[in-house]
């Protein structure tokens, strides 16, 4: 894995002064984008980066879609069409899709080349464009299809939030909480008194992904924690169609009222979040039918070794146990019992 991985928080100012740096004085540069970046932040960025003038750019779907064999092929195609050798530089101008996407089609073009990510949504800056996983998705599988492949720059620039549909901004939150949640009880304090979102929280949850990400960059351990509320949140996310990162905020709930249950949280904990979480989002109500299909889900959760549902647990805010072993009772429990009001 190329290990030159730098986060900028400067924004576009100090991607400018980079740009001007002997290692990139010879880089001509293709950014990737999609209709809304295209739109609410390439002007910023070609009017903020003088480098970046020149470049050529390519337009992917919007969203989840653009991260397809197709989708890559055809950038790869353009990279050859217009000659591009290993010293071109794609520029990621976009959400986790669009970084996903472009550090894929980096880490594969003539054996890889560089790629800066340029993350507009929340949950792309304080997750997505941090920690070098790249992928598409394949045979119906999300993330199938990917590397490890850092980007040699991530540049920080929150003035992107500015324009993200509100559901956007709460899904970056929720994986901010989440992050929190598993690492550090003051900045989960931070995120759950405040209705905006901090700078100094962004540039705090950036740091801790980081450091996790260093100790463990190829997800083999430790990096794991970082899963919190994703066993019950992908079974959620699909089965009740919401947005990944709401889907999250939820199955952190059952999570937590696992961890009281397992691991030895104070409910106070729980109940502190139910009360937050119900101020933004509207819990589904799930039976028995309903949890039987959502079993089966977590049980075929890529991140479970066998077929029995393992979950990130809290004994304490900051202090998280990987691979819990959760019977389907106690899933079953957790799931009905998240939906009254504690
Ligand atoms: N590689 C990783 O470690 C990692 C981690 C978490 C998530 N992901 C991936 O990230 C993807 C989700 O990323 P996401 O939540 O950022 O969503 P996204 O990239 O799909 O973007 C969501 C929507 O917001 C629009 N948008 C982006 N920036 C905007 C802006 N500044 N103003 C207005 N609209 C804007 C996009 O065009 C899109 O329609 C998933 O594919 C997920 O698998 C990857
Ligand atoms: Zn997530």
Known sequence: MKTLSKTLFGGLKALERQLKRDEWATAKYTIILDENTFQHCLPLLISGVEALQEAEFVEVPAGEECKSLEVAAQVWQTLIDGGADRNHVLVNLGG???CDLGGFVAAGYMRGIRHINIPTTLLAMVDAAIGGKTAIDFGGIKNSIGHFYPASLTIIEPTFVATLPQ?????????????????????????????????????????????????????????H????????????EVHAHLPHGIAVGIGM??????????????????????MWLRRYVDIPHFTLHDIEPMLDLMHHDKKNAAASTQCVLLQALGAAMIDVEVSDNEVRDALLSITRQP
Not at 194 to 216: C, M, Y
Not at 225 to 236: D, E, P, Q, S
Request: net charge negative; no cysteine.
């Open 96 to 98: 986790g899709s669009v």
């Open 167 to 223: 559901t956007e901004v709460l899904n970056g939150k929720m994986e901010m909480v989440k992050t929190a949640a598993v690492t550090n009880p003051d900045l989960y304090a931070v995120l759950l008194a405040n209705d905006s979102i901090p700078l100094n929280a962004i540039k705090e949850t950036v740091r801790i992904k980081e450091s996790i990400v260093k100790a463990d960059p190829y997800d083999h351990d430790i990096r």
């Open 225 to 236: 924690i970082l899963n919190f509320g994703h066993t019950f949140g992908h079974a959620i």
């Open 253 to 274: 709930l059952a999570a937590m009222y696992l961890s009281v249950k397992k691991t030895g949280l104070e409910s106070a904990i729980y109940h502190d979040y139910s």
